[in-house]
């Protein structure tokens, strides 16, 4: 099994920062792209950025210029930095990893429980 842990979510005032860590941790061969989604409330969730292994990134329209992708492969751990931030990034941010696990070699994606980033003066 493979669990992904979220951290670093919280209240911030809008023009704030916040920096949002994964850690991926379990029977890990290998993990692949990796992603983080928000959902705000009565939204649907949407991909705000990704990167590769090879630390391609690409992001929403939404978060770009304001929010930095990046990874630490021997941790198996993705952030998300995000700075500028305005009352319409509240929501909950999600991890999401493409990982190939250790024992089967099977490739499937896992999600993060979510954590609630708010943004309100």
């Known amino acids: 099994q493979v669990q992904l842990v979220e951290s670093g979510g919280g209240l911030v005032q809008p023009g704030g920062s916040l920096r949002l860590s994964c850690a991926a941790s379990?029977?890990?061969?290998?993990?692949?792209?990796m992603g983080w989604y928000r959902q705000a409330p009565g939204k649907q969730r949407e991909l705000i950025a990704s990167i590769t292994s090879g630390g391609r990134t690409n992001y929403a329209d939404s978060v770009k210029g304001r929010s930095t992708i990046s990874r630490d492969n021997a941790k198996n751990t993705v952030y998300l930095q995000m700075n500028s931030l305005e009352p319409e990034d509240t929501a909950v941010y999600y991890c999401?990893?493409?990982?190939?696990?250790?024992?089967?070699?099977?490739?499937?994606?896992?999600w993060g429980q979510g954590t609630q980033v708010t943004v309100s003066s």
């Open positions: 379990g029977s890990i061969f290998r993990v692949n792209a």
């Open positions: 999401n990893a493409d990982v190939t696990d250790s024992v089967s070699y099977i490739r499937k994606y896992y």
